[in-house]
T-cell receptor, first 115, second 113 residues
Framework: SQELEQSPQSLIVQEGKNLTINCTSS?????LYWYKQKYGEGLIFLMMLQKGGEEKSHEKITAKLDEKKQQSSLHITASQPSHAGIYLCGAELPLTQGGSEKLVFGKGTKLTVNP | DAEITQSPRHKITETGRQVTLACHQT?????MFWYRQDLGHGLRLIHYSYGVQDTNKGEVSDGYSVSRSNTEDLPLTLESAASSQTSVYFC????????????FGQGTRLTVV
């Protein structure tokens, strides 16, 4: 089963519109990361959230981690074609066997921004 | 500048052959990870390491192995390549356990024919 659920799987918006991508876990997250990937390329780090209720912004992208640290949202304001790509959330989750954490990712959200 | 590099960027191999994908980072990071990315599955963890001589299995480790003989490198070996292992492979590294961002390589596109 997927440990991090992202929604929606894909999103098509008109340039200038706002949008939100969600990432949900059934477990408490030690750290939540948002990455962006363009087709055929590696992942680019966007933001990291650690504390419940934390919110960070970079340019027109805002990410929040809820108080229980089990859900995060990524909000883009006034979207532009440059925002297009695949957005992935990643998190440190405890191993089922106990002990150390592992870094896992959601399946990603493909964002298309039409001019 | 410090970086993480993967090689080769593209590889075509035949079923049954042994293949090794290289990952090299110059940040002196303790943690290194290998993922595969497939349509509909996202990034899935293959193996990871928290330091020299430490290796751990991820969720899709069957048919893959890694070794960590130094801090900078974590090569991924496919013992006997299968068509199901056709994928894009990403290597990542991070400084320490938890609460630090991971840096990703540019990926290796592997095709098994």
């Amino acid at each position: 089963s997927q440990e991090l659920e992202q929604s929606p799987q894909s999103l098509i918006v008109q340039e200038g519109k706002n949008l939100t991508i969600n990432c949900t876990s059934s477990k408490t997250l030690y750290g939540l990361y948002w990455y962006k990937q363009k087709y055929g390329e590696g992942l680019i780090f966007l933001m990291m959230l650690q504390k419940g209720g934390e919110e960070k912004s970079h340019e027109k992208i805002t990410a929040k981690l809820d108080e229980k640290k089990q859900q995060s949202s990524l909000h883009i304001t006034a979207s532009q074609p440059s925002h297009a790509g695949i957005y992935l959330c990643g998190a440190e989750l405890p191993l089922t066997q106990g002990g150390s954490e592992k870094l896992v990712f959601g399946k990603g959200t493909k964002l298309t921004v039409n001019p | 500048d410090a970086e993480i590099t993967q090689s080769p960027r593209h590889k075509i191999t035949e079923t049954g052959r042994q293949v090794t994908l290289a990952c090299h980072q110059t940040w002196n990071h303790n943690n290194m990870f290998w993922y595969r990315q497939d349509l509909g599955h996202g990034l899935r963890l293959i193996h990871y390491s928290y330091g020299v001589q430490d290796t751990n299995k991820g969720e899709v480790s069957d048919g893959y192995s890694v070794s960590r003989s130094n801090t900078e490198d974590l090569p991924l070996t496919l013992e006997s390549a299968a068509s199901s292992q056709t994928s894009v492979y990403f290597c990542a590294s991070s400084y320490r356990q938890g609460n630090t961002e991971a840096f990703f390589g540019q990926g290796t596109r592997l095709t098994v024919v």
